[in-house]
Every structure is written in C-alpha cells, then in structure tokens.
DNA sequence: TTCTTGTGTTCAAGCGCTTGAGGTGTGTGA
DNA sequence: TCACACACCTCAAGCGCTTGAACACAAGAA
C-alpha cells in the first residue's frame, strides 16, 4: 500500500490538484492522511473511488449523484442493482451527448467552410456553404 | 423582420433564457431592443450571431474566444482566415473529446457489469468485470 | 371588475470549480 | 550553511452560468 501524492493522484485520476481538495472539502473524498508537514498522503484504495468520481464528472453527473454513488458503497449488497443503473443511465447520457458533438462538428465545418470561401472571395462556394450551415443548423435544433 | 421573444430564442438557439440575459449584461450579444413593458424583443438578425455563439459555447469555446469571433464580424475581409480556424480548431477539440467520450462509456458499462455481477452475487463474473474495468481505466488515462 | 395565469423583468445568492496571493517545509547546489 | 527551487498548503475572489425571490404587465375567466 504505497503512498501517493495529490499531484499524482491529479494525473492518474484526471482531477486537477484543485478539484481534489474541493472533494475532500465537501466531504466527497477522504479524508485523506496528511503527513507531518500537512501534506496529503493518498493511498491506492483511494484511487478506485476517485477514478469513479471523476468518470462521473467527465458525463456530467452532479455532485449529488456523486455522493449517492459513494454512500451506496457502503452497503454494497443493497443497492448493487442500482449502482449498475446510475452508471447504464449515464452510460446513455454520454452516447447521447456524442450525438450531439457530431452534429456541433458538422455546424462547426459548415460554417468554416463559409469563412474559407470568403477568405477566397468566392460567392458561388459561400452560398452552397450557407446551405449547409442552414442544415447542420437544422439538426442542432436551432430553428 | 419579425420580432422574436427572449423564450423564442432560447428554444431555437439552445440556450437558457437566464444564459441570454447574462451574455446581454456582459455585452456578448446585443444590445436587444424592449417593448413597451420592457420585454426584449429580439429580431432575426440576432439569431445567427447567437446560434454561432451557442454552438462554439457548447464546444466549450472561452467568452474571450467569442468575443473574439464576435469581433472579427466586424471586418471579415480581414479575419475570414482566422474566424475558420477558430471554428476548425473547435471542431477538432470536439473530436478529440468524442473519443475520450467512448472512452468513458466503456469505463462506466465495464463498472456497470461489476455492479451487475454482485447483483447476482456472481463472484466469477466479477473477477472478469473487474478485469474489463482495469483496461477501460488504462484507455481513460487512469494509470 | 377583480382574479388568476402566463410570460417576462431585476437582483442576489449559490454551484462547481479555477486562479491567484501569500505562506510553509524539504531537498539540493554553491 | 545559506540560498534557492519546488511541491504543497490555506484562504479569498473570480468565472460562467443557474436558481430563486419578488415584482410588473397583459389577457382571459368568474
């Protein structure tokens, strides 16, 4: 059971060093030993939990969810079937949001693609690029 | 030119009422026009700017780099070329994020499996889940 | 006419961090 | 041994919104 610093927990876990005092602050880490001039001392049993955590984060969850995350693992036979849902449920939320990345992505292009033609001075390429910005902008909801 | 309601935008541009009113006050958009009991009243040209700004806002575009964007409007002869890389640049930050997204869906459905696995008090299952979960957390950049 | 409903308004406070200032303790090089 | 870097600490303020409270106005029902 080595001992870890914040800084590397930070990199293994993908957690800025601010972030992971934060946790501790609101007591959803930790918490965590201290050595004797008061820096912290994770050890590796930390590190599953806050690698969970901070996956939640990346989705999106909130800070509740987070926390009801790692009450339940407390009593781990209980809520083993709801612990599986919360991460499917974000799971989703995820695929979902990659969908719409994909079409920020197709907005983002078309759009581009009218400032290069303007950049060429180019009328004829910038109205068919209007077009496809009308379409991407379509399937962004936007209109 | 038909006149449009802080609610109309909202919907058609994918941001909340509260965010359009703040980029208002922080002189991103605007400013909008009242009518007579102060309600705002946008109108269509205001659209574009605010699509494209809640575009680059979902790819996590800076207030800084959009008023930038918004700035270069100015004289787009000039900045033509760097509004397109700026929009070209995000569009591959999203890209970059879309495959870290698939990253973080495998690592939730593997921990996902674990937790099912204890749902059914499998204990072979979740040695294997457990296995899955460790390669996800390799791909996540979690050591 | 009053009363409710709905849509808007402003202003203040909260959230989930991030950034910055200012300080402490440990280790290495001159 | 003294200087300096460096990794960490705490605390306060800022950011980009979101949420909530309290109020204004217009339209329709009782």
């Given amino acids: ?77 209980e809520t083993a079937a709801e612990q599986r849902d919360l991460l499917l449920r974000h799971a989703e939320r995820i695929e979902a949001e990659i969908v719409a990345q994909h079409a920020r992505i197709g907005y983002l292009r078309a759009k581009a693609a009218v400032w290069d033609a303007r950049d060429h001075a180019d009328g004829v390429a910038e109205a068919e690029a209007w077009q496809a910005v009308k379409e991407a902008a379509q399937h962004l909801g936007f209109h």
């Fill in 1 to 77: 059971m080595d001992v870890l610093t914040i800084r590397d927990v930070a990199r293994r876990c993908g957690l800025s060093e601010p972030t992971l005092r934060y946790y501790e602050d609101i007591g959803l880490i930790g918490p965590i030993g201290r050595d004797a001039s008061g820096h912290r001392q994770y050890d590796t049993a930390d590190l599953d939990l806050i690698g969970a955590l901070s996956c939640l984060r990346a989705t999106g969850v909130s800070i509740g969810d987070m926390r009801t995350y790692k009450a339940n693992l407390a009593n781990r036979e």
